[in-house]
């Protein structure tokens, strides 16, 4: 009897088995109570008793050698059908079903009204203009005509920096601090282009004070400034209402009241409807003062054609962003809230 000639077959055999049919065959032939290994241990009672001492133990370790090509077998043929969905436990697949939502990031409401504000003005000729956060007292106050010991300088309470260090190039004011409005960047532009000009210049603000629904410590503007031989209110007022048409792309009602601003003479403020009724302030604006002008190197005149005139404005981008998305306080854009965000 030749146990090793009957292993080598049974795993020959084995492996060329693809199908559950053919493996319980397999097994009946070699395994099963009358099979080749059964058989085996059978004729171990005509022998000797050394013999069937010798033979007996070889036949054992031959049955689990078996056993184990079938076992390796098996389990291959069920984890085959399994993946190909045909066992019974198999997963069904229904191509009908909608598939999961991926979740995606999207722009902040505070972006997508900055966005839409620098690209309705740039529609209109306005060319983006950039100045810096961390400001001098110079570009910040006094060059747009706020007197040392204006109560201006504390209405807007300002972040001052303990560090006075000069800034790079920066002989005029050697006092820092964070820049309470964009309309610096008016100055700053005047100095190095000359007019005409139309340019806007959004970024972001700092107020030393409370927080309440309608003011935050930290927000944004957009700064507006045209320049030219001939610019008046009336330009300032079409061009403002042209604005909030595409902007809230309604005929929202606007209003434009006095205001006073040392940077603007005469200064209104504009104050928009809310959908609930109420006037809520959305900007400051003026026709540029002549000190000003002087302040950039420009020559300045109250009559057409002597001298520069323009109109300068500084929209709140939080107070556009809530009225137009209905949002009923300020401090919600910067909780970074996701049950907020995802509404946008
Ligand atoms: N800078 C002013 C503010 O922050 C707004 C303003 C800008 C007013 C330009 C007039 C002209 O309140």
Not at 72 to 78: F, G, I, N, Q, S
Not at 193 to 201: C, G, K, N
Not at 207 to 214: C, G, L, Q, V, Y
């Given at each position: ?13 084995i492996e ?6 053919s493996?319980?065959?397999f097994?009946k ?11 085996i ?7 000797a008793?050394?013999e ?7 036949a054992n370790?031959?049955?689990k050698e078996?056993?184990e090509?079938?076992n ?7 984890n085959?059908?399994?993946q ?9 697949i ?6 999961q ?20 003005f ?5 060319e983006?203009?950039?100045g810096?956060?961390?400001e001098?007292e110079?570009?910040?106050f006094d060059?747009l005509n ?5 109560p ?13 260090r000069?800034?790079?190039?920066e002989?005029k004011s050697?006092?820092?601090?964070m820049r309470?409005?964009t309309?610096?960047v008016?100055?700053r532009?005047?100095?190095s ?9 959004p970024?972001?603000?700092f ?8 003011h ?5 503007q ?7 031989k ?14 909030l048409?595409?902007?809230?792309k309604?005929n929202?009602?606007m209003?434009?009241r ?10 209104f403020?504009i104050?928009?409807?809310r959908?609930d009724?109420r006037?809520m302030?959305?900007?400051g604006a003026?026709?540029v ?45 910067y909780?970074?809230d ?7």
């Open positions: 009897m030749d146990l090793t000639e009957l292993k080598n077959r049974a795993k020959e055999e060329k088995i693809v199908d559950l049919k493996a319980d065959d097994f032939k070699y395994l099963g109570k009358k099979g080749e290994v059964a058989q241990f059978d004729s171990l009672k005509d022998l008793i050394e069937k001492k010798a033979i007996g133990q070889e370790i031959l049955k078996i056993e090509f079938f390796t077998k098996a389990d291959e043929l069920k085959a059908s399994k190909a969905g045909l066992g019974h436990k198999a997963e069904k229904d191509i009908t079903r909608p598939g939502k991926i979740q995606r990031g999207h722009l902040h409401p505070l972006t997508l009204a900055m966005n839409e504000a620098c690209c309705i740039q529609t209109m000729g306005f983006i203009a950039q810096p956060e961390l001098t110079w570009y910040n060059a706020v007197p040392k010991d204006h201006a300088r504390d209405m807007q309470d300002t972040f001052w920096l303990k560090d006075t000069t800034v790079k190039n002989i050697s006092k820092l601090l309470t409005q309309s610096p008016q100055i532009y005047m100095e282009h000359q007019p005409p000009l139309r340019i806007i210049a970024g972001r603000v107020r030393n004070e409370a927080t309440d629904a309608k935050g410590a930290q927000f944004y957009l700064e507006g400034l045209m320049v030219d001939e610019v008046a209110a009336c330009n300032f007022k079409a061009i403002i209402e042209e604005f048409k595409r902007f809230f309604t929202i009602e209003r434009l006095p205001g006073f601003f040392p940077f603007t003479e005469p200064s403020e104050d928009v409807k959908p009724g006037w302030e959305i900007m003026g026709m003062h002549p000190n000003v002008f002087r302040a950039a190197g420009l020559n300045a005149s109250v009559k057409p054609g002597l001298g520069w005139q323009g109109f300068a404005f500084g929209v709140g981008i939080d107070r556009l962003a809530i009225v137009k998305y209905k949002i009923s306080d300020i401090r919600l854009l909780q970074n996701l049950r907020f965000l995802q509404q946008f």
